[in-house]
T-cell receptor
Framework: GENVEQHPSTLSVQEGDSAVIKCTYS??????FPWYKQELGKRPQLIID?????GEKKDQRIAVTLNKTAKHFSLHITETQPEDSAVYFC?????????????FGIGTKLQVIP | ETGVTQTPRHLVMGMTNKKSLKCEQH?????MYWYKQSAKKPLELMFV???????ENNSVPSRFSPECPNSSHLFLHLHTLQPEDSALYLC???????????????FGPGTRLLVL
């Protein structure tokens, strides 16, 4: 089955600096890679996603890059703010026979220090 | 925030109790999921339902029993749980096509379960 490795598990940055979180996956059939942000006591919420036919996607301060050959994708947050502090999860998804197979990374706890 | 709802939000139960978790999605999706979220572990996919049919059971113990009466509702029936089953149980939904296109999952707020 699919295996998704995510690192680092914790990350502390100064406000205004950039943060990068990396994930690798094993199943070459995975073709959709969402990133979720989960604040303390709240549900995971989608912040950005990328499909396998795209190499990079950006939405304001957040960007995701995908290297299909190496089977890794990364989340980039620039100009970090204290409200970016949360746990971030990557996922690798493939549509198999009309239903989705989903594997999540272990999560990265990001702390932005004011 | 109201697309996927879960009740109850918090639940404390003894090992001999029977309880049920409820999930409802208002997004018109055709697939629903149960996840278990424990500290220091990845989100664990428990069950998947597509068009009300269970399509995945990831070796979940039989003390967890899912039910999907229609494409908008999903239940997780709990009986004779163990303390290690204490966790956050998250429901999610998505739209799945037969064309091989994977779509975003939307999560409910979760039920925080404590088994004593």
């Amino acid at each position: 089955g699919e295996n998704v490795e995510q690192h680092p598990s914790t990350l502390s940055v100064q406000e205004g600096d950039s943060a990068v979180i990396k994930c690798t996956y094993s199943d070459s059939a995975s073709n959709y890679f969402p990133w979720y942000k989960q604040e303390l006591g709240k549900r995971p919420q989608l912040i950005i996603d990328i499909r396998s036919n795209v190499g990079e996607k950006k939405d304001q301060r957040i960007a995701v890059t995908l290297n299909k050959t190496a089977k890794h994708f990364s989340l980039h947050i620039t100009e970090t703010q204290p409200e970016d502090s949360a746990v971030y999860f990557c996922a690798a998804i493939r549509n198999s026979g009309g239903y989705q197979k989903v594997t999540f990374g272990i999560g990265t706890k990001l702390q932005v220090i004011p | 925030e109201t697309g996927v709802t879960q009740t109850p939000r918090h639940l404390v139960m003894g090992m001999t109790n029977k309880k049920s978790l409820k999930c409802e999605q208002h997004l018109g999706h055709n697939a629903m999921y149960w996840y278990k979220q424990s500290a220091k572990k990845p989100l664990e996919l428990m069950f998947v339902y597509n068009f009300k049919e269970q399509t995945e059971n990831n070796s979940v113990p039989s003390r967890f029993s899912p039910e999907c009466p229609n494409s908008s509702h999903l239940f997780l029936h709990l009986h004779t749980l163990q303390p290690e089953d204490s966790a956050l149980y998250l429901c999610a939904s998505s739209q799945v096509s037969g064309a091989g296109v994977a779509e975003t999952q939307y999560f409910g707020p979760g039920t925080r379960l404590l088994v004593l």
